[in-house]
Every structure is written in structure tokens, then in C-alpha cells.
């Protein structure tokens, strides 16, 4: 099942949403951005619990947007779960299935294969409230599930739980995802998850979709400010002036030789390069070099990020533990012309 | 774009519900209110808002009114204080059957404390012939400024109990050991942290007790007494059902609505302290208090020793005075269940059995007619209002509630005019009487209902649309089971609201409507109290069930 946004157009107040959107059959892509960006108005409106102005949702090229949410068979789960608490662990599995009139031995067998797949055998006759948020987590996700919908939807399934479950769960699901080859669209503001186990990522600013791509394109040639921005630890140094036929930037630290440069860029531009790109040197004079002194320096075990203060701009680095430095030494770094990147604010497309 | 189903705007579905109470409400209530800002020609006038404004008798009353409900505020809270202290401070063995006890003012109408304390605080009362027997002699209480007050106290000081300890319950024991700390002494401790933290509680339970008894009614009328001891509400019903001047009455009565939707609104503006109350988090348990020889000890013992006293003695006697009869008049007083053997037994003749069991009979007819009602409106609104989208969420709920803020005098007094208008087959039909209990009670059943649906999370309804449910399939399945509790507990305080009400019943009052507030009120009228005492002690006894009811379905909100 593939899913298909077209030019939706949606304001509320101040807010407008505006975007297009192409998700393949069996495909797990993450709406990735801060809260206000927009991610989960687009989610309800493909659930059909908010409308849009102008625009269609197509599901398998058939136009769903007249469709009520009841009638839509999308799979939902929600951010606070929504587990029905006046009911069983089995009740709220087996409510879709019972709408759908299917016969008990049909019901029955289908909620147990559920809770198999996320892990709750024998949980049947537990009251909800009784779970542990992980538990109910798995819930929502089996309830979704049972009646094969052709798409599923996750509201910042994660958000309530705390790092380590979410590491753990976030596998779960894209395990089960994989399992059922189901399309899935998956809302969440944090970078990592999304990373972790989207097949692509569109990145949303301000209403508006500036990337969709695969992780590591987004992570290691992001197109756009905003999204090198939030993904990932990242050095964006103002562009003075740019060369492109030579495929030279001159910056605050220095004339920098750069791999990209953006084609149609509108307003400041920047040489974004990732800080574990960087490398210590001897300070011999090659190109792409440049020196600073170290004013933060913190350890994390198998790697040391550091603060270099080069002119008046600070250059952040990630060295493997081994390299010997202090606070305050003065430090020469290198970075290959093919891990910059110029990119700008905004795009003209 | 959308599908059509979800355009029809929430205003749609809330049209029965807005006609239903033009209807039982703001009809009725305007034609009282026109009728006062007019002359007796039918000429729009001020004569009769300025003649009683102008006039000393009526002032008089309306300052008396004032007078009476800040004194009886004033005690309530001071005596509620301590108790608010004790029971948000400290776990001791008795407490729930104290916080039981605290709440019997709650259900008991009026007319039943006004029976008790003519019975406790009476010329033969329990208290004087406890007095008599300890040869100090009789004290006077009743029929004087003393008992309207004490009574109001009864009513009133668990009120501040309540509020004000929950509150405090709620301040962190840890600002106390800062302020401490910092070398405050415990009395500046109060002054400068505790006591701004209360405030908002004494604040609201203050408005809420000078409204009780601003409007009050069964008391003032029965244990006033004599012009000067009467109220705005009280010369209502007289000028209504005694001089039969229903022009002036009217008059009377925009004034008095004027000012108590008032008092209403700055209550309700006291309300936004709410948020603040909320932002105190519930501190860890309270330590155990453990009984000790000193002075605080013998305070708190004494304390509540009195105010049980207080509570527990006016409707004691009423229950012990049912089981008693006297042959004649001089005769000693004996044991018997004479009265409720005539209520019990409509075959045998009498005036009393007669009245008695038909009233027992209205009232249980007419309150469950008013649950009847209340449920479903008080539903669709709270639906509608939580659901849908309104252009003005906020003036529709207010337009539900607003009977809270008109007494029930008054709307008993736009209920008897409505009633000359009607066809006379309309006087004193049960209808009326229904209809007036339901417009009463419904704001109070309408409360619990929208506030248990504002409990339910959206996205509930959401994962049962999206999983398939239709709006209705939704509705019965996931939002009815979850809103039970407040649709039981809303039921039942239609049902309490319906059974102990008399005001708005005795302005509409005809032979064949008599309820057991009403009869009550009619035997003490003609000193008939063993018989009054029967049916008091039943009608406690129902209104003990709705307690019980209401405890279990919601615990009152703890």
C-alpha cells in the first residue's frame, strides 16, 4: 500500500501546513521536526481527524479524504497510548476486530498471534492501567495491528517512555513493521529514533517539508540548513564570499576548498562540515587546515568533543580518546574539501 | 474537502436542549423580570424597583439580609478553621467517621434542620430539659437572630471545612521547615506562608457560604420570625403567596436576583485561584497524631466533641421524637410507631396518613421524573461541549448553569405566574413541579456529568474511530461505561435536589402536589411534630441512600 499526499494545504490560525509527501509500499518513513513543525497535523489528516483546505491523500491511488476516520483503515497508535481503561488487554485488541463483525474463532486467533508479536503472551485479562508504559505501548501497537490495516500511523509512539525502554522498543517496532511489511508513518522529534529506523526521512520546518531523503543522505549531506541543523552535531561556519568554479569558500577560519556547493541558495550561506570529520594535524601547512585554541573539552569515553575558539568562530571536533590535548593548547585541524558542504538558509525550488 | 458529517456545527445538536430550558428556565424567569420593571398599567416603569428602593421597610430587609449572611459567614469559617487545620494536618483513629459526620449538613434539606433544631434548641427541647434537669433553667434560642444564625453555622462550617482543608492538605510541609529555617517563629510562619496559601480557599468558601445564606429560605421563614427577622427571599414568598402582590414581588425579586448572579460571578471569578490551588502539589502523608496531655490535645478533643454535638444532635431528635406519642395532651411521652404505621397504611383514615403517604408518594415520583429529565440533557450538552466545536464554549455553558445563581424562591414565584397564564388544569399539576425541580437541579447534575467528560481523554474516541467505530458506536462503547460514575452521581443529586426541595414547591404549592418537605412544613406549622418527625426521619433516611450513592460513585470528588 502505498500512500500519497498531494499539495495539502491546511491553516489553522497562524499555522499553515503545506505539504507533499510519497511513501512506497512498505516503506517506514519518520516525519521528523521540533513541536509546531506541523508532523502530527499532517498524521491526523491522513487519519481523517483533521481536514485540509486543499489537497488530496491517496491511498493506493484511491482518493480517501471524503472518507470519515472510521471508514479510512488506517491502524493508529497515539502518543498517550489511548487504551480503552474500562477494558481488558484483550478487550481493547479484540474492540477493532468486533466492529468488523469477525467470528470468534477469527478474533480470537488473530488477537493471540498479536500479542505474541509484541511480546504479551498471557497478558489477555490484564487491566490496562496495571501495565507499565512500555507494556501499554505494545498494546496500542497490537490493537493497531489486529485488523491488518493497510497503513499504520505512530504519534510519537515513544515520547512517555524513558531512553533505554525507547532504544529497545523503537527495534520492536521497526521489527514488526518489517514483519508485516505494513506502510508505515512515523511522527517523532527525536533525531536519533528517526535516524534509527526510518527508511526515509522527511524533515519538517515551520509547516513545511525542507528534506526527504534517506538517513545517511540527510546525515552526511544534509541540503538544507535547518536540517543540518537538527540532525546530528554540526559545524555551520557563515560563508564571506564564494568562488564556484573553484569550489572555494572564504570563511572567518580560513579559504576553504568545499565538495558541494548548493545550486539555488537565497539568503547567508554556510560551510557545514560534521565535527568527527575533522582531523588533527601537525600543523604543516595544507590546505583546508586551521588552528585555534581549545576552550571546552569533554570526555565521553571512547571519543573527546572539544571546543576550538579559531578567530572569533567556534569550530566544535570530535577526537578518538587517544589524541592528547588540553584546555587551552592550541590545536591545528583539517578537513577534507569533500566532507563541506555550502548550503543556505533557504532553497528556491 | 471533509466529509459531510463532520460540518454540522455543535450549535446543531445542542437546539433541543437550548429549547428544552428557554422553556423551563429563561421563559418563566423573564416574565418575572419584566413584570418588575413594569407599572401596573403595563407601561415600562422603574416605580416599583425605586418604591421598594426608597422604602425604609425594604431596606431594612435587605440590609438585614447582608447582615444575617456575613455574620453566619464570619462564624462558619472561624469555627471551620480549626477543623480545616486538624484534618489536613493529622491521621487519627475517627477521622473518616468525623469527615462522614461533617458531610450530614450536606443532605439534609433544610426544612429537616429546621425541625431539629426546633426540636433540640426548643421551650421542651433536649437542651433545655437537659438545662432544666441540671437546674440552670431554660435558655431561649429559637425564633430569634441567635438560631438563624447558629442553624447557618450547622449548615455551613463543614462547607469551610472542607474546602479550606483540602487545600491546606496540599501545602508542602517543606515551605513550613524552610520559613522556619530562616528563622521565622511558628506564628509568622502562618502569617506570612500559610495564610496566603489558604487564602484563596477561605477566600471561595467564604463567597459560597454568604450566597447559601443570603439566599436562604425554610430557616429564615420558620425560625425568624416577626419583620424584623426576615429576609429578601422570605418577603418574596410573602408578598406572593400572602399579600398576593405579585407586581411588588416581582419587584423584589430583579433585585434579588440582580444581586445574587452578582455574588455568583465574583465567586466564580474567585474560581481561576483553582489553578494556583493546583500548582501545590499533594505533599506525603500526614504523621499520625498521637494523643498527648497537653493543651492542643485538649483543644482538638474539645473542638470536635462540640461541633459533633452540633451536628449530630437536631436531626438525633428528629429520629427519637418519630418513635414517641402522647394519648393526650398532659400525658408522659411513650415509645410507639403509631406514625409510621399511618404512613405506611393509606387505608387507614385520618387526615395525617392520608397526607403523609401521598406526599412520600409525589416526592418519590417527582424525583425520579427529575432524573429523568436532568440525564439526558445534561449528556448531550456535556457531549456537545467537549466534543464539538462551539463558537462560544464558554456563554453555552454558562447559559446551562445560570439557574444556579437565581433562587429558587424566585423561580418558584416565575413558576406560580406562569401557572395563573395556563389553563387551570395546568395549576398545580405535577408537571409544573417537575419541571421547576428540574430546572433547579440541573446545573448540579450538568456539572459532574461535564466535568467526567473533560476527564476523557480525545484520543480515546479517536482510537475508536479509527479503529472502525461509528460517532454512536463510539459514544455507547468507549464514552457511556467511562462517564457512568458521573452520570450516577449527577443522577442521584437530582434525585437528593428533587426529594429535600421546597421553596420553588411551596410557591407552587396545591393539595395535590404535596411533597414530604412540604407536609413537614405544614405539620410544624400546626405543632403536629411526632407526626413531622415520621416523615423527617424517612426523608433523612432517602436522603442518607443518595449520600451513600453519590460517596460510593464519586466520594464527592476526593
Redesign the interface.
Known amino acids: 500500500m502505498s500512500i500519497n499526499l498531494k499539495s495539502i494545504y491546511r491553516k489553522i490560525d497562524e499555522f499553515t501546513l503545506q505539504i507533499s509527501l510519497e511513501v512506497k509500499q512498505g516503506e517506514l518513513v519518520s516525519l521528523l521536526g521540533p513541536s509546531g513543525c506541523g508532523k502530527t497535523t499532517t498524521l491526523r489528516i491522513i ?3 483533521e ?4 489537497g488530496t491523500v491517496s491511498l493506493n491511488g484511491r482518493d480517501i ?12 497508535v ?3 497510548y ?5 477494558m481488558t488487554v484483550y478487550e481493547n485488541i479484540a ?2 476486530p468486533r ?2 463483525k469477525w467470528d470468534k474463532k477469527r478474533i480470537d486467533d488473530s488477537v493471540k498471534r498479536f500479542l505474541k508479536i509484541v511480546h504479551l503472551e498471557g497478558f489477555e485479562k490484564r487491566k490496562t492501567e496495571n501495565l507499565s508504559g512500555g507494556e501499554q505501548q505494545r498494546v496500542a501497537l497490537a ?2 495491528l489486529v ?1 491488518e490495516p493497510q497503513l499504520l500511523l505512530l504519534d510519537e509512539p515513544l515520547s512517555a517512555l524513558d531512553a533505554k525502554l525507547r532504544k529497545s522498543l523503537r527495534k520492536e517496532i521497526r521489527r514488526i513493521q518489517q514483519e508485516l511489511k505494513i506502510t508505515t508513518i512515523y511522527v517523532t522529534h527525536d533525531q536519533e529514533e528517526a535516524l534509527a529506523i526510518s527508511d526515509r526521512i522527511a524533515v519538517m520546518e515551520g509547516g513545511k517539508c525542507v528534506q526527504f531523503d534517506r538517513p545517511e543522505i540527510l546525515f552526511r549531506e544534509p541540503s538544507h540548513l535547518f536540517s543540518a541543523g537538527f540532525i546530528g552535531n554540526s559545524n555551520l561556519i557563515e560563508v564571506q564570499s564564494l568562488n564556484r568554479a573553484e569550489s572555494e569558500a572564504e570563511t572567518a577560519i580560513g579559504k576553504l576548498q568545499v565538495g558541494f556547493i548548493s545550486p539555488n541558495m537565497i539568503g547567508k550561506a554556510f560551510v557545514f562540515f560534521r565535527p568527527d570529520k575533522c582531523l588533527k594535524t601537525n600543523g604543516t601547512g595544507s590546505s583546508n587546515t586551521f588552528s585555534g585554541v581549545i576552550v571546552d573539552d569533554e570526555y565521553s569515553g571512547t571519543h573527546r568533543s572539544l571546543e576550538i575558539k579559531v578567530e572569533d568562530v567556534i569550530v566544535k571536533a570530535l577526537l578518538f580518546d587517544n589524541s592528547t590535548c588540553k584546555m587551552g593548547d592550541t590545536i591545528h585541524l583539517q578537513i577534507a574539501p569533500e566532507d563541506c558542504r555550502v548550503i543556505s538558509e533557504t532553497t528556491s525550488e | ?3 459531510t ?2 460540518k454540522v456545527r455543535g450549535e446543531v445538536y445542542l437546539i433541543p436542549a437550548f429549547l428544552f430550558m428557554l422553556l423551563i428556565f429563561y421563559i418563566p424567569l423573564s416574565g418575572i423580570l419584566v413584570k418588575g420593571v413594569h407599572s401596573e398599567k403595563g407601561s415600562f416603569s422603574l416605580e416599583g424597583i425605586i418604591g421598594i428602593i426608597g422604602s425604609s421597610y425594604y431596606r431594612k430587609i435587605l440590609i438585614f439580609t447582608f447582615f444575617q449572611a456575613v455574620v453566619s459567614t464570619v462564624f462558619s469559617v472561624l469555627i471551620g478553621l480549626p477543623g480545616a487545620w486538624v484534618m489536613s494536618h493529622y491521621s487519627f483513629p475517627g477521622k473518616k467517621l468525623i469527615r462522614a459526620v461533617i458531610t450530614i449538613p450536606f443532605i439534609l434539606p433544610s426544612i429537616l434542620v429546621v425541625l431539629g433544631f426546633v426540636l433540640f434548641f426548643g421551650k421542651n427541647g433536649v437542651l433545655n430539659n437537659f438545662l432544666n434537669t441540671l437546674g440552670i433553667g431554660d435558655i431561649k434560642i429559637l425564633y430569634s437572630f441567635k438560631a438563624i444564625i447558629i442553624a447557618h453555622i450547622f449548615y455551613n462550617f463543614p462547607i469551610a471545612i472542607r474546602i479550606i482543608s483540602s487545600l491546606w492538605a496540599k501545602i508542602p510541609q517543606s515551605q513550613m521547615m524552610a520559613a522556619q529555617s530562616l528563622g521565622a517563629g511558628k506564628i509568622r510562619v502562618f502569617r506570612t506562608v500559610t495564610l496566603h496559601q489558604i487564602l484563596p480557599a477561605v477566600l471561595t468558601s467564604s463567597m459560597i457560604i454568604f450566597i447559601y445564606c443570603f439566599m436562604s429560605f425554610a430557616i429564615i421563614l420558620v425560625l425568624g420570625g416577626g419583620p424584623e427577622l426576615t429576609t429578601v427571599e422570605v418577603e418574596v414568598y410573602r408578598l406572593a403567596k400572602v399579600s398576593l402582590d405579585l407586581n411588588r414581588g416581582s419587584s423584589l425579586a430583579l433585585i434579588q436576583s440582580t444581586l445574587t448572579l452578582l455574588f455568583m460571578f465574583i465567586y466564580s471569578s474567585l474560581e481561576k485561584y483553582k489553578s494556583y490551588e493546583e500548582k501545590l502539589l499533594t505533599s506525603a502523608n500526614k504523621p499520625k497524631y498521637t494523643l498527648k496531655f497537653d493543651l492542643k490535645s485538649l483543644f482538638i478533643i474539645l473542638y470536635f466533641i462540640l461541633i459533633l454535638l452540633l451536628i449530630v444532635a437536631p436531626p438525633f431528635s428528629v429520629v427519637m421524637e418519630s418513635f414517641k406519642e402522647s394519648r393526650s395532651f398532659a400525658a408522659e411521652k411513650q415509645f410507639s410507631l403509631y406514625w409510621y404505621k399511618q404512613i405506611f397504611n393509606p387505608t387507614s383514615n385520618g387526615t395525617y396518613s392520608k397526607i403523609a403517604f401521598n406526599s412520600l408518594k409525589n416526592s418519590l415520583f417527582y424525583a425520579f421524573a427529575t432524573v429523568l429529565m436532568t440525564i439526558p440533557i445534561s449528556t448531550l450538552v456535556s457531549w456537545v461541549i467537549t466534543r464539538k466545536k462551539l463558537r462560544f464554549p464558554a456563554v453555552t455553558e454558562l447559559f446551562f448553569l445560570l439557574p444556579l445563581g437565581i433562587s429558587s424562591v424566585i423561580l418558584g414565584l416565575s413558576y406560580m405566574r406562569l401557572s395563573n397564564m395556563l389553563p387551570s388544569t395546568f395549576k398545580g399539576s405535577a408537571m409544573l413541579v417537575i419541571l421547576v425541580h428540574t430546572s433547579i437541579s440541573l446545573p448540579l447534575v450538568f456539572k459532574p456529568v461535564l466535568s467526567i467528560f473533560r476527564k476523557i ?1 480525545i ?2 474516541r ?10 454512536f ?1 463510539t459514544f455507547l ?2 464514552e457511556l ?2 462517564i457512568k460514575s458521573g452520570l450516577l452521581t449527577g443522577a442521584t443529586f437530582a434525585f437528593a435536589v428533587s426529594i429535600g426541595e421546597m421553596n420553588a414547591t411551596l410557591m407552587l404549592s396545591q393539595p395535590g402536589t404535596t411533597t414530604l418537605p412540604i407536609a413537614i412544613y405544614r405539620l410544624i406549622g400546626s405543632y403536629k411534630f411526632f407526626g413531622a418527625c415520621a416523615l423527617g426521619t424517612i426523608l433523612m433516611f432517602i436522603c442518607l441512600i443518595a449520600f451513600l450513592a453519590i460517596d460510593r460513585f464519586d466520594g464527592f470528588g476526593e
Open positions: 487519519a481523517g481527524f481536514m485540509s483546505d486543499r479524504a471524503h472518507l470519515p476516520p472510521e471508514k479510512r483503515d488506517v491502524g493508529m497515539f502518543q498517550d489511548a487504551l480503552f481503561p474500562h474492540y477493532g466492529l468488523r490493537r493497531a485488523t | 474537502m471533509n466529509y458529517g463532520r481523554k484520543s480515546l479517536e482510537a475508536a474511530l479509527n479503529l472502525g467505530a461509528s460517532s458506536r462503547d468507549i461505561p467511562l
